[in-house]
């Protein structure tokens, strides 16, 4: 009779182990709720001051030269904007309207004292219904200004590209990205000079859109994550990680199912890539992950970003910290700002979220 009620003793205290488990994972469920709920009602009061508001499809990089991240375009719920802002010194600073024409998901990236920047789409969501444009021109960005570079030879008109710089070769690169006619996504790699375009090797990964490609110093090499080869209904996809070293592709080895349109940046301090959210193809997604020494590891975090993609992140070498924002959930644009350093998420501010305007894009 003991035996039976010290088996129904230890039922009972793992009953009430597993619903004292529970509730302490909805306390922390609802803490977190509240946090981004708080955030979003303090908004812009948070001494961020004037905003972007929310964004997708947005790009972002960091600026030596300007000692901050510079923020070109995207859209929020219903309007797709053409607009560089700088975030410095905790703040948003609106800089210019003139410049690349409004647009999403152009790429971008800093080389040698200027951001060069390349093609985009003219819609996504919102109250235009003209069809998706896809744009082929090239600026750059120097001392606060927009240029328009015209060259001979350049990619074709796309958006979603990856795009990288090499700093010991003095390169920057373009893969792929998403485009006009049947196959709807293309596998071409170019590389900018300063001055010119030049198309280099054609055989590499499946052709792809909202890849990343971010430069390895250990390595290196650039090193390309992820892409969408699904639009293109490619069978032969060729793996999720490849390394570019100026004259080949090499693949690389990867356990990590494939995603795109994820974030991913790289601690130059501390030598590890970061990736948050992205889409694998049936759910959006808020994992956070870090890359080191040839390995994936998925961390535990309790609290992150809400799932998205079409957002941005960068590094931000002055404050050794992960800078991410805007994106979108599928139904609702974002206007939150995280910090990601030492192992964890902070907000930092919040625009409340706003649901897009669906217009057949």
């Known amino acids: 009779m003991k035996g039976l009620f010290r088996c129904v003793g230890h039922l009972i205290k793992k009953r ?5 488990m529970k509730q302490r994972n909805l306390f922390k469920m609802f803490a977190k709720k509240l946090l981004f709920g708080l955030a979003l009602l303090i908004g812009d009061a948070a001494g961020f001051g004037q905003s972007p508001g929310v964004r997708n499809g947005h790009n972002m990089v960091y600026y030596t030269s300007s000692d901050g991240i510079i923020l070109f375009g995207g859209a929020d719920e219903a309007k797709v904007y053409g607009d560089t802002w700088l975030f410095s010194n905790s703040k948003w600073k609106k800089i210019t309207e003139n410049g690349p024409s409004p647009r999403t998901f152009p790429c971008m990236d800093e080389a040698d004292n200027y951001i060069l920047f390349f093609g985009g789409n003219a819609v996504l969501f919102g109250s235009d219904k003209n069809p998706v444009h896809y744009l082929d021109d090239t600026w750059i960005f120097r001392d606060g200004n927009w240029k328009k570079v015209e060259t001979k030879l350049y990619p074709t008109a796309r958006a979603e590209a990856a795009m990288g710089y090499d700093p010991l070769r003095k390169k920057i690169v373009l893969f ?16 900018f000079d300063g001055s010119k375009w030049t198309q280099m090797e054609k055989q590499g990964p ?32 060729n793996g999720p990680m490849w390394s570019w070293d100026g004259n080949n592709w090499v693949q690389m080895s990867s356990a990590i199912p494939l995603v ?30 870090t890359y080191k020494d040839k390995e994936w590891e998925k961390l535990a975090l309790e609290i992150a970003p809400p799932a998205r993609n079409h957002s941005r992140m960068v590094y931000d070498p002055k404050n050794n910290a992960f800078i991410l924002f805007g994106g979108h959930d599928g139904d609702n644009v974002f206007g939150d700002m995280w910090s990601f350093k030492h192992g964890k998420w902070t907000l930092l501010y919040a625009v409340g979220p706003r649901r897009r305007v669906e217009n057949g894009h």
């Not at 792929?176 to 590389?191: L, N, P, Y």
């Open 260 to 289: 795109f349109n994820a974030c991913v940046a790289y601690n130059t301090k501390e030598h590890f890539f970061l990736r948050f959210g992205g889409w694998n193809g049936s759910e959006r997604l808020n994992e956070t992950l």
């Open 16 to 20: 009430i182990d597993y619903l004292v």
């Open 176 to 191: 792929g990205g998403r485009m006009a006619g049947e196959k709807w996504v293309a596998g071409d790699t170019w590389e």
């Open 206 to 237: 499946t052709s792809r859109s909202g890849a990343t490609l971010t430069y390895d110093p250990l390595l290196k090499h650039l090193v390309l994550f992820g892409g969408n080869p699904v639009i293109a209904k490619e069978k032969d996809y």
